[in-house]
């Protein structure tokens, strides 16, 4: 009979041939490009160990614990499932004792945590067939690591970084009993959810390793003295960087299906730790200080002055408040002081500043504070959104993204996800279109009021100029740099809708989000931020469509590279590239010719220059080059700039479309987020002026007729032309020019 039934269970055992390469659920890391740990993602946190390379107290501290005869038994141990036998005759019941390391093994790989007569035999035999095949190190390995030890910690290694910050092998004798006598009750006896069973219970793991041999009296006593110091020391992220990391795991999600989450994957993204904190700096101060000029709304909540006197409850309370980014929640005390979960504030003078000036602060106000570089502020948490992109132009690598001023307020990505019209910063688009059909960047379009009929109560559209005031001709230059509203809607009815929407479809922008009528020239298209990026990318790095990335690399486990993302390349089909990478490389499509990218790049200097972006020359670099944007009610507020190395895009709006206010355009409310982002990059970012190509002119030209002149007086200038769209010379002059530049003379042209 008893080899009868051993036959019948035996079929129900699994095979353990494979167990010692079996795969531990590992989370999905992120990573930026610099190393800095973004994020994890996954049920079960785990550092796997070397089971033939633990710490000898780990070792010894396990087996007081759970199997004090592990090196000797043969996967069972007859003493402890004689004692569990005994519980059931004494009690009826079939309780959890009598289990080996070995039998734990099976229990956590292969069996239900069912308590049964059966599954304890199955149990047995499978321990016996683990110990037949596997050895002690192994099974000790694979217990070390599959082991649930609380708070998601699966395994010593992760237990040891979650609870203590460290490796397991830099803890001391007393935290490894601590991690060892959690086996018993995880989930209730760790030390975060009950630090009294956890230390009840290290002592007792103390007191068998002192039985056991492992410690001596004064090794015992010293352990038990030590002060336990554990507390949540979890995946701690080294970059702020939520939206990105939400980008890596849906990308990882939709390539690796769930396997994403427990294979260990290391997803390395183009993110630089430098650039990202410049942009998360750049976009909360600037979204901050349009809020101040709004004015402070008042408290965001009040406590009873019966509450005031208990520093400690006080403390308590305001630890429950949501915290928002970098603003801290804090009560104001009776004495004029302001108290936070982390202390005693002292506003000063700040506490009456302009923001608040209007406000009557009472003891028992709640307010955010934010730190300045001269001490803590008065703040409030902004309703007004934004966001902030930058990349490299010529392969489309993200290098810092922000998709909102806080992920934890909202998770919505408006780098990604906020279709806005983009205004004035969508004109280089029509002005391409208009190269393409022979227009120059001294061309000449009448800046003066025009009507073209239209579905309105008088039956026209009159456009205006943001200013209200009409410049008369203009050259195409010009105009682009003060951002004229008129010369664009009257370029674009020249050149023709149908055309135009055509050719920008080449810059990367959807067909269905482009109108087909003249508000086109007035930027009443709906992009995203880095679909705008993406579109000036072309113009910065001389006429390539580049698709934006941000995983670079996916690494398994071992950091072994699983996947690569192609070398991009930005220049013509014969160019040179390196053999043995040709299988990784992406040539980017030439979508603008070289000539018209280097003319409109020009032209865009021209608005830091002397245009509407005239602020930003307080950076000091001749080689940036933008473009303002601002939409009707001053509903979005955009500035897109670049030099050939790098390209941002900032856009400042409402979620919930509104009017940011009077005088809130892009050169106000977004250009001062690019300009903090830029003077924290610009020290390390070389000079970028892009080449000059083939087939470009520089021609003196009559500044008011926009065509070739002998002439050098102070009504001339040089401008750029393509070989094949030269200017006609004035009717007044019959001889060419013969003072034309070289290309190389372009810095000393404008």
Known sequence: MAVGGYLLLERDLPAVDQLAQSRLAQPLRIYSLDGLRIAEFGDQRRVPLDGGALPEHLVQAILAAEDANFFEHPGFDTGGLARAAWQLLRTGKMRQGGSTITMQVARNFYLSREKSFRRKALEILLAIRIEQNLSKDQILGLYVNKIFLGNRAYGFGAAAELYYGRPVDQLDVAEMALLAGLPKAPSRDNPLVNRQRALERRDYVLGRMHALGYLDADGYRRALAHVDTAGHHGFAPQLEADHVAEMARAWMLERYGDAAYENGYQVITTILGTQQRAANQALRSGLRAYDRRRGFRGPIGRLPDTELDDQAQLQARLRALPTAADLLPAVRLSSGQYLSAAGPIDLGDRSADRFGAHWQPRSGDVVYLSQAADGWRLAQLPQVEGAFVALRPGTGAITALVGGYDFNRSRFNRVLQAQRQPGSTFKPFIYAAALATGYTAASIINDAPVAFPAETPDGYWRPENYTGRFYGPTRLREALAQSRNLVSVRLLNAVGVDFTRRYCLRFGFAAERLPANLSLALGTASVTPLELAAGYAVIANGGFRVDPYVVERVLDSQGRVLWQAPQVVSCEADCAVDPAATDAVTHAPRVLPATDAYILNSMLRDV??????????????????????????????????????????????????????????????????????????????????????????????DRHSGQRTVDSGPDTLFEWFSADRLPAILATQTSAPDDTPTPAQESNLF
């Open 608 to 701: 830091i220059d002397h245009g509407t972006a005239v602020r930003a020359k307080s950076l000091g670099r001749a080689d940036l080059a933008g473009k303002t944007g601002t939409t009707n009610d001053e509903r979005d507020a955009w500035f897109a700039g670049f030099n050939s190395h790098l390209l941002a895009t900032a856009w400042v709006g409402f979620d919930q479309p509104q009017s940011l206010g009077k005088g809130e355009t892009g050169a106000r409310a977004a250009l001062p987020i690019w300009m903090d982002f830029m003077s924290a990059i610009l020290p390390e970012l070389p000079v970028g002026y892009p080449p000059a190509p083939a087939g470009l002119v520089a021609l003196r030209i």
